[in-house]
């Protein structure tokens, strides 16, 4: 089954942001090993990072008006940073991974199955 496992975190709290050099190597080098054991798994599908909310564009369409606007949809404290796409026998196995996400440390992780359409 797969399973999108999101990433949410304060953008003003992001790693690049951290004066402590040393920490944001070992936070950097954490998810590099994340991401070689999902490959060597063979469970990651896809993985990729987000810009901050601030280059983000929103788009409503109600009955036949489009409105679009710039930022992000809702103002929030912790915004979607980035996501993973796993293959995992069973949700456990997906939360195994989710937990090992360096971004739960300083945000949340939350973990979705993937809904198919037609089957």
């Not at 949809?73 to 996501?83: C, H």
């Amino acid at each position: 089954m797969e399973y999108a496992i999101l990433i949410y975190c304060e953008e003003e709290g992001l790693p690049e942001r951290w004066a402590d050099d040393d920490r944001r190597k070992a936070f950097y080098e954490d998810y590099g090993a994340v991401n070689r054991d999902l490959e060597a798994s063979s469970a990651l599908l896809t993985a990729r990072r987000l810009a901050t909310t601030e280059t983000a564009t929103t788009i409503r369409v109600r009955e036949d008006e489009v409105t679009v606007t710039d930022g992000p949809f809702a103002e929030t404290k912790e915004a979607l940073g980035g996501f993973y796409l796993i293959e995992a026998p069973d949700l456990d196995a997906a939360l195994a991974w989710a937990r090992r996400i360096p971004g739960a440390r300083i945000g949340s992780v939350e973990v979705r199955p993937i809904h198919r359409y037609g089957g």
